[in-house]
């Protein structure tokens, strides 16, 4: 049997750069089993030397060579974990020569930054965010005169994690409401909603797939049922297209992408955090 | 005056890969200030003749090259881009060499397939987390048998927040209760807490910011009080203290770092989505 490649994110912030950049990476070698680790906070040798230890370690279990992911400034920590035996890659060394012959300026070594610092401005656009995406979650509040965009869309079609993620990652102000059985009955959007309709989106979901979730949430459910998923997606569908709305299947789409190609089609630009 | 200099993150999926490393990048040059725009879904020639007609028409409104950290991974689409003169910084090209020589086999070009493509399980337990986190939101439900951890410490110390991004990312079921003021005075845990200790974490806050969130909350309120604020986080700090509770200071964090220090704490290694 094959054994799988270790591979270690190692940062002294959080990790997430090396995790996001590695994790697509790793994704283009599919015949691969990865066996992954984050080893996030190494600042000091101490810290480097355990988690060099730790990589040799699995180095000799697995007999095979780990794979480390890099995104630590410091050199002599870099050293410290390159003793392992690991394959080191480094994740910024190649893009600083040519931005700084670009830019005409040394860079400051202070890796990380953009996750480690805090903008207290910006902090709080996301957490205002947040806790607009809580207070209009799931049609509480429907008063979306602050809204940047609404989603619309039958119970369980991923709404709810959208808002969210837009909210904390990109404070975005997204509510969202749930098309109820008497809004598909009459297809028409409830008159609360009219008034922002160049802010609505809509979310659909395969039926099948909706019917899986639901039972999950409420099972033998009338709710639950093929047929009733099956009606109110046809009739939310129905109702989306009379109304011109946008709207994304989300059955076999992250919430990262859901959430890209919204501000994408709402020409959102704000920055990710 | 000294221009802004233009930088354009491009990408043939979300761009989040793009932006969670061109930022880190970008943030060790503190002299520089970057004006940042984001380029999705980029899949075809005519979207990347269009994304390469508006980083040239950058170029000559700001006399300045304009910066391009992409993550295409079709080499016609790169060089439709390039012909814009931006300085183009590939992502993942110095990593594939390595990893191939490495792995011994070759890499599939199906670039960001992590944020791409839908694993139903791993989505689900996003999902999961995410409904757990909300119902478990500020002492909602006090049922925490299935908590993987419990954040507390006082009202808008940043527990929701954190919470939410930890379902989202991790799949972590996190709970979340907020100190009540008879807890603070009493200085002891309520009993529903105290069966699960081991999986209490606390955020604190300097004083002056806690009342600051709280004075745009409720203008005016004893609660906002710097005087409140400054009794009600020496309480917790000496709740948190005497159970030999880890806490963790807020104020110069972010939500990320937040989470990753916490996550490592615990020693929970699950991977982010």
């Known amino acids: 049997m094959r ?44 810290k480097a030397e355990n988690a060099a230890l730790r990589i040799k370690t699995r180095y000799a279990q697995s007999g095979q060579r780990p794979i480390v992911v890099n995104t630590m400034a410091d050199p002599a920590l870099c050293e410290i974990v390159a003793t392992s035996g690991a394959l080191m890659l480094d994740v910024f060394a190649p893009f600083i020569g040519p931005l700084e012959d670009e830019l005409g300026t040394r860079h400051s070594g202070a890796v990380n930054r ?46 709810t994690p959208t808002c969210l993620y837009m909210a904390l990652h990109y404070g975005v102000c997204a509510a969202n409401y749930p098309l109820t059985e008497e809004d598909l009955e009459k297809l028409e959007l409830p008159a609360r909603l009219r008034p922002y309709k160049h802010r609505l989106f809509g979310l659909t979901i395969e039926p099948q797939r909706l019917a899986q979730i ?18 109110e997606l046809e009739q939310a569908d129905r109702l989306m297209r009379q109304g011109s709305i946008g709207y994304l299947n989300t059955t076999h789409v992250s919430i990262e992408e859901i959430a890209s190609k919204i501000l994408d089609q709402f020409g959102i630009e704000k920055t990710m955090y």
Chains 1, 2 share one sequence.
């Not at 805090?118 to 209009?136: M, W």
Request: hydrophobic share 35%.
């Open 3 to 46: 054994m799988q490649r270790s591979v270690f994110f190692i940062s002294d912030s959080t990790g997430i750069t090396a995790e996001t950049i590695g994790n697509s990476i790793l994704a283009q070698f599919e015949g691969v089993q990865f066996e992954k680790h984050r080893l996030p906070f190494i600042d000091n040798a101490q």
């Open 114 to 159: 953009s996750h480690g610092l805090v903008d207290f401005a910006k902090y709080e656009a996301r957490i205002n965010a947040t806790n607009y995406a809580l207070s209009h979650d799931d049609g509480l509040s429907v008063d979306y005169a602050q809204a940047d965009l609404i989603l619309i869309g039958v119970s369980r079609s991923g709404k």
């Open 214 to 231: 639901r039972e999950e949430r409420r099972p033998g459910s009338r709710y639950a049922t093929l047929k009733q998923c099956r009606w």
